[in-house]
């Protein structure tokens, strides 16, 4: 990931930015961020959120419609089925050398369906094998005489532009860290008092098993008589939880956020603003 190593190279001396990716499945990544700020690590999340383009479904024209959901329903369904998307093979339309639209900034989808039965996004047919939609999500009920007719248009958006267009959810914390001092008297209560396992007593001595479980929530400081146990977020390290729609794989999501990040730092420094 080109960025994110870029990122991650020290500069004048100051510091050395860290990324250890600690999760990974299927749509989901953790990772934790070390030396960094809190404004740096907000500003990767809101890039991610809003930033990174994906495809969605911007406009639908309608032949027949006789289900019992009205066009706006169908059309607001549709245009939140998520897309499978190639960045490297679509430009945005208001970027594209074309007048009114062609393969190289949209994709056209066509659904056709006759009741009884359940349409899903399964029945969208992409004009470009490369862009399809994921499977599996429920549109609308058809009865016996029912049927649905209509047809597509997937442009290049971003999240900050409307939801449809967002490429996945990001949460972060603060990196926890636990220190128990020498008046622990091993009692036990904030092992029970934990609500993620995070605390054990081995060998008659308590220790922190899994640190990066812990919530911050302090509920083994707060039950600790003794007041052995403190509980502090580090202000320089953060784990990130970061869940796709399926557009995208979370590794290139990051990685397209971080690009994006790095160009407009480039930018503002070009211009003597930072």
């Known amino acids: 990931m080109t960025a994110l190593k870029s990122l991650a190279v020290e500069e004048e001396g100051e510091f050395r930015m860290g990324v250890e990716i600690i999760g990974e499945n299927g749509g989901s990544l953790s990772f934790v961020l070390s030396d960094a700020s809190v404004s740096l690590a907000n500003a990767i999340r809101r890039t991610v959120i809003g930033e990174v383009p994906t495809l969605a479904i911007d406009e639908v024209e309608f032949y027949d419609n006789t289900s019992s959901l009205y066009d706006e329903i169908i059309a ?3 245009s939140l089925v998520p897309i499978v998307t190639d960045l490297s093979l679509l430009n945005f339309k208001d970027e594209c050398s074309c007048e009114d639209g062609c393969p190289s900034c949209e994709v056209e989808l066509s659904l056709k369906k006759k009741g009884p039965g359940m349409v899903r996004s399964d029945d969208l047919k992409s004009s470009n094998k490369n862009f399809a939609p994921i499977p599996g999500v429920l549109l ?11 047809k597509a248009r997937a442009v290049l958006g971003r999240g900050c532009d409307n939801t449809r267009w967002q490429a996945a959810v990001m949460g972060y914390k603060y990196y926890p860290v636990i220190s128990i001092s020498d008046d622990c008297t091993v009692c036990g209560d904030c092992v029970k008092a934990c609500p993620r396992s995070v605390l054990a007593v081995k060998a008659d001595k308590l220790t922190v098993v899994s640190e990066r479980d812990c919530i911050l929530c302090r509920a083994c400081s707060d039950v600790c008589e003794p007041g052995a146990i403190k509980v502090d977020g580090d202000e320089h390290r953060f ?3 970061l869940e796709t729609t399926g557009s995208l794989k979370p590794r290139e999501v990051l990685s397209k956020a971080l690009d994006i990040l790095k160009e407009k730092a480039d930018e503002l420094s070009s211009k003597g603003m930072i």
């Open 76 to 78: 607001h369904r549709l």
């Open 140 to 150: 609308a009920k058809l009865g016996k005489t029912q049927e649905i007719d209509l």
């Open 239 to 241: 784990i990130y939880e």
